[in-house]
């Protein structure tokens, strides 16, 4: 079992930042690739980003390319998700995922383990 906490959401306006982490325990943390992402109301849950167990490659949905950025520190066991250039479309609440093994996956059901999200909204 892995269990994943996130937290640093909040409320910020247009064109701030926020800084999200999402900080593991259980099994050991490099043994996962790790992903973000994200539900808005009334919307399916969609893919941000992802990042391989130790952290060489990462991936990033269209939408978020240029602004955010997927890093994880392993002997922290934490995923992080810096967010710039907000935009309100970015509301949602955002949940850390774990997938066993080296490579990610943009599809939500490939991953074994999910956080309990964080909201973060931005205003116009």
């Known amino acids: 079992q892995v269990q994943l906490v996130e937290s640093g959401g909040g409320l910020v306006q247009a064109g701030g930042s926020l800084r999200l982490s999402c900080a593991a325990s259980g099994r050991t943390f490099s043994n996962y690739a790790m992903g973000w992402f994200r539900q808005a109301p009334g919307k399916d849950r969609e893919f941000v980003a992802a990042?391989?167990?130790?952290?060489?490659?990462?991936y990033y949905e269209d939408s978020v390319k240029g602004r955010f950025t997927i890093f994880r520190d392993n002997a922290k066991n934490t995923v992080y998700l810096q967010m710039n250039s907000l935009k309100p479309e970015d509301t949602a609440v955002y949940h850390c995922?774990?997938?066993?093994?080296?490579?990610?996956?943009?599809?939500?059901?490939?991953?074994?383990?999910w956080g309990q999200g964080t909201q973060v909204t931005v205003s116009s």
């Open positions: 995922a774990a997938k066993s093994g080296n490579y990610y996956d943009t599809l939500a059901n490939e991953y074994d383990y």
């Open positions: 990042i391989t167990r130790r952290g060489g490659s990462t």
